[in-house]
C-alpha cells in the first residue's frame, strides 16, 4: 500500500512568494495532521483534520497560515506571503480514527527554505 | 497541558552495544498511549515501537524494548545490539486515549550515533 504523499519534496522560495504544500494520505485514513519540524521547536502541530474537517488549528503560527482538505484525498498547506522564518520541513501525516493504538503514518517531508 | 521531554539531546552507543534513551512525559490523563519514533536522514517518521498506558507488560519489537514506569511517568527505550541502522533521531511522543485530540505530542528528540 503506498504510504502518505507529500509534494514537493524540497522548495525554495524567495521571500514574499507563495507557497504550496500538498497531501495525499493513506487511504481509508480519516485523519490528516500538519505538522512542522525546527531545530529551535522541534515538531510541532499546525492542524488537524477529521473527516475533512479542521479540529484544531491553534498551531497555525499565523494568518498567512491556511489548510485546507477538500476532499479525503488530499489536503494543502499555504503559506502567502512566505517569510524566511517560515523555512522548516513541514510534515503529513494520517491515521484511521478508531483503530489501533492511533499512531500517526507519515510522509516523507517537505523541506522550505524562504529566502 | 500535556508535554514530553528528552532530556539527552545526544548519545553514542558501539555497535553490538546496548543503549537507552531517556522520555518523561506530563500528564493529568490515566489512559493514553506512548510511542517512539525514528527519524533517519532521509527525514522519514517511522515508529518504531508503541505502549497503552493501561497495559503494565513493557512493550517489545525485536531489539527494541521500553520501560514503563506509569508513576514515575517515565518511558525509555532500549536497544539491544545496536547497529549501524540504528543511527538516527529517537522522538518519543504521547497521545491522550479517547475522545477528539487525535495528535501526538513530541519531545524534542535524542540523537543517536552508533559506532563501528
Known amino acids: 500500500d503506498a504510504g502518505v504523499i507529500q509534494s514537493p519534496r524540497h522548495e525554495v522560495t524567495e521571500m514574499g512568494q507563495e507557497v504550496t504544500l500538498r497531501c495525499k494520505p493513506i487511504?481509508?485514513?480519516?485523519?490528516l495532521f500538519w505538522y512542522r519540524q525546527t531545530m529551535m521547536r522541534g515538531l510541532e502541530l499546525l492542524i488537524y483534520f477529521n473527516n475533512n474537517v479542521p479540529i484544531d488549528d491553534s498551531g497555525m503560527p499565523e494568518d498567512r497560515f491556511s489548510a485546507k482538505m477538500p476532499n479525503a484525498s488530499f489536503s494543502t498547506l499555504k503559506i502567502q506571503p512566505s517569510e524566511p522564518r517560515d523555512s522548516a520541513v513541514y510534515f503529513c501525516a494520517s491515521r484511521r480514527t478508531g483503530v489501533g493504538t492511533g499512531e500517526l503514518f507519515f510522509g516523507e517531508g517537505s523541506r522550505l527554505t524562504v529566502l | 497541558a500535556q508535554t514530553v521531554t528528552q532530556s539527552q539531546p545526544e548519545m553514542s552507543v558501539q555497535e553490538a552495544e546496548t543503549v537507552t534513551l531517556s522520555c518523561t512525559y506530563d500528564t493529568s490523563e490515566s489512559d493514553y498511549y506512548l510511542f517512539w519514533y525514528k527519524q533517519p536522514p532521509s527525514r522519514q517518521m517511522i515508529l518504531v515501537i508503541r505502549?497503552?498506558?493501561?497495559?503494565?507488560q513493557n512493550a517489545t519489537e525485536n531489539r527494541f524494548s521500553v520501560n514503563f514506569q506509569k508513576a514515575a511517568k517515565s518511558f525509555s527505550l532500549k536497544i539491544s545490539d545496536s547497529q549501524l541502522g540504528d543511527a538516527a533521531m529517537y522522538f518519543c511522543a504521547y497521545r491522550v486515549y479517547g475522545g477528539s485530540q487525535g495528535n501526538l505530542i513530541f519531545g524534542k528528540g535524542t540523537k543517536l550515533s552508533v559506532k563501528p
Open positions: 487511504s481509508g485514513h480519516n485523519s
Open positions: 505502549q497503552e498506558a493501561y497495559k503494565q
